[in-house]
């Protein structure tokens, strides 16, 4: 048995030092205005397991499960937040997972394996992608001031769990 999930997350952008992205610092002028370390990228993989899995997550979303009017959530490290999904997934198995990420700057090419190596050792999966994408100058990320993440993320079965 197969699921699929797809999440979604963006931010907009503050003065700062540096975007954690898939859980890798990237040094730059700009952070993200988040209550959490504001990582789109694992938001939004931890949203698409919650859309893959809606009847062990009980329908919730990262805001449902993580809210940002939560104290203990303020700053929070989003890989942290990932760990406690991936505790609940069992017998699931994460099979493999995509993500688009649109980011106007900084450029993030050199890091890209990085982020996938990060991933790939977080979800004990071979199959992670991350693939970069420009705005082209349109809307809030084209004017660099923000970013987005898309994932899908594909679960299967496993009865040995």
Same mark, same amino acid.
């Given at each position: 048995?197969?699921? &699929?999930?797809? #999440?979604?997350d963006s931010h907009k952008?503050?003065? #700062?030092? @540096?975007?954690?992205? #898939?859980?890798? &610092? ?5 952070? &993200? ?17 919650? @859309? ?5 997550f009980e329908y919730g979303?990262?805001?449902? +499960? &993580? ?6 959530? $303020? ?10 999904? =991936? ?6 198995? +994460? ?13 993030? #090419? ?22 970069p994408k420009t705005a082209? @100058? =349109? ?6 001031? @923000? ?6 993320? $594909? =679960?299967?079965?496993?009865? $040995?769990?």
């Amino acid at each position: 048995m197969e699921r &699929f999930g797809l #999440g979604f997350d963006s931010h907009k952008y503050k003065k #700062g030092n @540096g975007l954690k992205l #898939g859980g890798v &610092f990237i040094p730059c002028k700009y952070s &993200f205005k988040a209550h959490s370390d504001g990582d789109i990228i694992i938001h939004a993989l931890i949203d698409s397991i919650l @859309g893959a899995l809606p009847d062990v997550f009980e329908y919730g979303n990262i805001g449902t +499960i &993580f809210p940002d009017s939560d104290p203990k959530y $303020k700053e929070a490290n989003s890989i942290s937040l990932l760990n406690q999904i =991936l505790d609940k997934i069992h017998p699931w198995k +994460i099979e493999s997972c995509d993500i688009v990420l649109i980011i106007e700057e900084p450029k993030i #090419g050199k890091n890209i394996i990085s982020i996938i190596e990060n991933l790939k050792n977080i979800l004990k999966t071979e199959i992670v992608n991350v693939k970069p994408k420009t705005a082209e @100058g =349109l809307g809030l990320i084209g004017n660099k001031k @923000g970013a987005a993440a898309f994932c899908i993320i $594909k =679960l299967k079965y496993d009865s $040995k769990k």
